[in-house]
């Protein structure tokens, strides 16, 4: 029995340990289910919609067809190569966004092509015509094999990588394996890291399996960086894109009307930026 005039504490701090038990259980199932369901918010090819049929990609004269095997087994990864006229500048790889295919970005491809730069479109895997599972890793990896595919015999091209929204984060990594063949960077409605929004989640950067960490990568590179960022971006909020130019070697940031999903390679303040980027880039090649 407790002496008269003193409080049950006993029973009360059981009680308030249970309950801390019980938040630290709930909060770790919660972190476990949300990294268990990161792929499935990180990569949404449900939202790509169809892919070309074969029959009308292999009709289409502008499109080299490549596939590159993936380790650990027989899935292929499909890229697709359209040339510029001879002799070309250089390189374009485009990344697309989580949400797209490469059969969506030939609008993109066209343009660089126009600019004397030969265009590569690597599909991420899972989507489209691509086997497999997609990750970080995985992607990366595939993207810098069909760059060095596409640049067999050509080491002095001039590569330039261009992603959108994830494909920002993609290019960002490849360029941090290949430093020293990366001519430029451009980035469309770019984010700091995936990881950055892992606080929104309540969810410990760390546990991030698919980081993608732009702002360590930039502060790396010497190449100059493109940042084209809409203003009313209701996806990627714009301060991501001024924080990247700020810790850029040579960050340069362009302003424009619209939102993420609005079409802002539409408009011709962007490819203009892009021109006044790539005509510091060195000459065009002499020959393939």
Do not use: K
């Not at 259980?25 to 949404?44: D, H, K």
């Not at 996806?235 to 999903?261: C, K, M, Q, S, Y």
């Amino acid at each position: 029995m407790p002496a008269p005039g003193t409080r049950p504490t006993r029973p009360r701090t059981r009680a308030l340990t249970r309950i801390a038990r019980m938040a630290i259980v709930g909060y770790a199932a919660w972190c476990l289910v949300l990294v268990l369901s990161e792929p499935r918010l990180v990569y949404l090819p449900h939202l790509a919609g169809a892919p070309l049929p074969d029959a009308r990609i292999d009709l289409d004269p502008r499109i080299e067809r490549r596939s590159i095997a993936q380790e650990g087994g027989d899935a292929r990864t499909e890229a697709w190569l359209l040339r510029a006229p001879a002799p070309a500048r250089g390189l374009a790889c485009f990344l697309h966004g989580n949400g797209e295919l490469i059969d969506g970005t030939l609008h993109e491809a066209a343009m660089w092509n126009a600019r004397g730069f030969d265009a590569l479109l690597v599909e991420y895997r899972g989507y489209g015509r691509s086997g497999g599972s997609p990750s970080q890793e995985a992607i990366v990896g595939d993207v810098l094999a069909a760059i060095d595919g596409a640049l067999t015999g050509r080491d002095d091209a001039t590569l330039v990588l261009h992603g959108r929204s994830l494909g920002t984060g993609v290019a960002a990594q490849v360029a941090a394996r290949i430093p020293e063949r990366v001519a430029a960077l451009v980035l469309e409605s770019p984010f700091t890291s995936i990881a950055s929004f892992a606080a929104g989640f309540a969810v410990p950067p760390f546990l991030v399996r698919n980081p993608y960490r732009t702002d360590e990568v930039l502060p790396t590179l010497d190449c100059p960086v493109l940042v084209l960022a809409a203003r009313d971006d209701e996806v990627v909020p714009f301060a991501h894109g001024e924080a990247l130019v700020r810790i850029a070697r040579d960050g340069r940031h362009v302003a424009l009307d619209g939102t993420h999903n609005s079409g802002i390679s539409l408009d011709p303040a962007y490819w203009r930026a892009i021109d006044a980027l790539i005509d510091g880039l060195p000459a065009p090649l002499s020959g393939r």
